[in-house]
């Protein structure tokens, strides 16, 4: 444990530490650079990631990695990266295993909490279906953005909407920017929104498993509630009483 493990001091009363184990993130540029940087300062303990990608010039206006970080021809790879930022926010107390590598699902490991943040819709739903193959799964969190607009799907085990808000690539229904016009404080933004998913599934908090969001003007929409379940499947909290309770022991 380095000499800096007392910076979790501030949340280890709202996050039980035991579970922030292993979580395996997919895409690791513009979204993903930001959630290492925030899953790595939360304190897990082992962050993996694939990203078969390398950082050329223009990249760096949309990710967190410096651009002092680049080296022409060196390795400039998103996974190198990634690596550093895990690195620099999480220090001797995060292990990381970042894969150069598309994710095929073929021989690869994802962890039971898994976050994707990949560039298309296909590669979303693949790693989707090979998380779903987990008898032991948790927590899958898709992040989604383009230049002005952001979304989040959140399920679980045994609350899965994902198939509800997902569509082929380019059949969106909307006219979007593509990503590569995205700006750096859309991906921020929804990169801590995804975190925050993670955070409240951890904390068994309430939270909406689809969130939509909208930045000029700023516009939020929100579907399908979830509490979680007793063990009789009766839900713990309604909807309606999500807000009633606001001290720090709360389910909001």
Known sequence: ??????????????????????????????????????????????IRGYDDDTMEEHNFGTTLYPEEWYSRGDDNSKCKMANKIAENYGGEDVKTEMLVEKFTGNGQVLSDKTIVCTDSMDSRKLVYEKWKEKEDREVFIDMRMDALTMSCITVTKNSDVYMDYWFPN??????????????????????????????????????????????????????????????????????????????????N
Not at 193 to 209: A, D
């Open 1 to 46: 444990m380095s000499s800096l493990s007392r910076k979790h001091l501030r949340n280890q009363d709202l996050i039980p530490q035991q579970k922030l184990d292993d979580v395996t993130i997919v895409g690791l540029g513009g979204i993903g650079s930001a959630v290492i940087m925030l899953l790595a300062t939360m304190g897990f303990d082992f």
């Open 170 to 251: 380019g059949e969106s229904g909307e006219e979007a920017p593509c990503t590569m016009k995205h700006t750096i404080f859309c991906a921020n933004l929804i990169a801590g929104l995804g975190v925050t998913q993670l955070f409240n599934f951890l904390t068994e908090r309430p939270f909406y498993q689809y969130i939509w969001q909208g930045l000029s003007p700023l516009d939020i929409k929100m579907m399908n509630f979830y509490c979680g379940e007793d063990d009789s499947n009766t839900p713990i909290i309604v909807e309606d009483m999500s807000y009633a309770n606001t001290t720090p022991n709360s389910f």
